[in-house]
């Protein structure tokens, strides 16, 4: 049996050693967009790119 939760995995995850995190908000012209890869990638759950700092849900924040 696995006595790994799912919520133990998501708590311990370090993106910033995540091979996928290959984005920052001065990538994006919008926070439309940030928000789209923010959330195609992962969202609040497993943030890869930090693009939510606060983690308030919103990427890139200050970006319009």
């Known amino acids: 049996t ?3 939760s799912i919520k133990n995995l998501i708590s311990n995850y370090d993106s910033s050693k995540d091979p996928n995190n290959i984005y920052d908000c001065t990538d994006f012209n919008t926070h439309a967009e ?3 890869v923010f ?3 992962g969202g609040p759950g497993i943030d890869v790119h930090h693009l939510d700092r606060d983690e308030d ?3 890139c924040e200050t970006l319009s």
Do not use: L, N, S, T
Request: proline share 0%.
């Open 2 to 4: 696995c006595d790994v």
């Open 39 to 41: 959330e195609r990638d």
């Open 57 to 59: 849900g919103i990427a």
């Open 34 to 36: 940030a928000q789209k």
